[in-house]
């Protein structure tokens, strides 16, 4: 599964499923919710039980109007979820790429094994120092400012 999905699915109740979307579909007596998604290239649709009618912001009393009209606002949160979701793997690969090209790791490693075999302080000193160079490494990053560039 890929990082946008793991992040959409931190927010949603188990049950309501991130991909795929939900529809009505209007019943002799009623209507019922279903599920549908495409696995592998083939659709797959899903009801829904009525018990986990609550979960998605239903109720089996509604009308088919007001149910419909519910769905179309689970859609509409699943979508823009999905997009903030993507939005935020977009800046994490972004800091990422960035954090590597101005922290290079065997730099970084090297750097954090000469502080840590130098110090000469307390093991409170040494853990101060690395706060020091993880609140460095955060300004550079959004900075965007490369040391060459300071003047």
Do not use: C
């Not at 959409?8 to 939900?22: D, L, R, W």
């Not at 009308?63 to 939005?87: C, F, M």
């Amino acid at each position: 599964m890929n990082r946008n999905l793991k992040l959409a699915e931190k927010s949603f109740p188990n049950s309501v499923k991130v991909t795929g979307s939900y529809y009505i579909r209007k019943l002799a007596k009623g209507w019922s919710l279903y599920h549908t998604e495409y696995l592998n290239g083939e659709k797959k649709d899903t009801r829904v039980e009525k018990i986990s009618y609550q979960e998605h912001g239903f109720d089996s009393n509604w009308s088919l109007a007001q149910a419909r009209v519910r769905n179309n606002q689970l859609n509409k949160e699943k979508s823009v979820h999905k997009a903030k979701a993507r939005e935020s793997a977009k800046q994490l690969v972004k800091i990422e790429f960035l954090d590597d090209v101005f922290f290079p790791k065997n730099l970084v490693e090297e750097f954090l094994e000469r502080l840590a075999n130098e110090n000469e302080g307390t093991d409170d000193y040494l853990k101060k120092m690395y706060i020091h160079f993880s609140k460095i490494r955060r300004m550079m990053l959004n900075l965007q400012v490369l040391p060459k560039d300071y003047n």
